[in-house]
């Protein structure tokens, strides 16, 4: 079945720190890549996604291509702040309508000042 | 502000006993919600589609008659655990499908059930 393996946390890093999350696929047919964060006491947010093979998706300077050759969708910041501290899923699915989200574990990152 | 909102955040209750998790759509009426479950340091798994007006949808492995969903309204989707037993103790977490919003999701921020 469809599945998604992304990095165990937790994981911490000081302020301005070069961030990278790993995540990794499988999957039946081309699914689209999603990451997800949710900060503290709050729900899921869509923090960028990609449709297909080579997309990059970017949001709030985070990073992530579509790499259909090695099924990854790595997420990637330059330098990180104490604000991006929170929870972070890598996620796909196979359906049109963007639902039936197949999620990884999460990974939970502290950045110290 | 929020577009979901879930409640209880926390619950504990004791074993035998029936806990409901109301999830409410805030900004937009929703005809199709879901409801997640999260085992520590395990994925978020899909157990059901609830569908306004209709029953909902189980994924396979999910006992309908332990998980009942009601959606009553386009603004409210509820979660009842009945007769909870301690392995029943998870994170459950709703989301709504963004209709005329490009398909987006919007989650809730979780109820942590806790069966002793």
């Known amino acids: 079945g469809d599945s998604v393996t992304q990095m165990e946390g937790p994981v911490t890093l000081s302020e301005e720190a070069f961030l990278t999350i790993n995540c990794t696929y499988t999957a039946t047919g081309y699914p689209s890549l999603f990451w997800y964060v949710q900060y503290p006491g709050e729900g899921l947010q869509l923090l960028l996604k990609?449709?297909?093979?080579?997309d990059k998706g970017s949001n709030k300077g985070f990073e992530a291509t579509y790499r259909k050759e090695t099924t990854s969708f790595h997420l990637e910041k330059g330098s990180v702040q104490v604000s991006d501290s929170a929870v972070y899923f890598c996620?796909?699915?196979?359906?049109?309508?963007?639902?039936?989200?197949?999620f990884g574990t999460g990974t939970r990152l502290t950045i110290i000042p | 502000g929020a577009v979901v909102s879930q409640h209880p955040s926390r619950v504990i209750c004791k074993s035998g006993t029936s806990v409901k998790i109301e999830c409410r759509s805030l900004d937009f009426q929703a005809t199709t919600m879901f409801w997640y479950r999260q085992f520590p340091k395990q994925s978020l798994m899909l157990m059901a589609t609830s569908n306004e007006g209709s029953k909902a949808t189980y994924e396979q492995g999910v006992e309908k008659d332990k998980f009942l969903i009601n959606h009553a309204s386009l603004t409210l989707s509820t979660l009842t655990v009945t007769s909870a037993h301690p392995e029943d103790s998870s994170f459950y977490i709703c989301s709504v499908l963004g209709t005329g919003r490009g398909g987006e999701l919007f989650f809730g921020e979780g109820s942590r059930l806790t069966v002793l």
């Open positions: 996620a796909l699915t196979l359906s049109f309508g963007n639902e039936k989200l197949t």
């Open positions: 990609a449709t297909k093979a080579d």
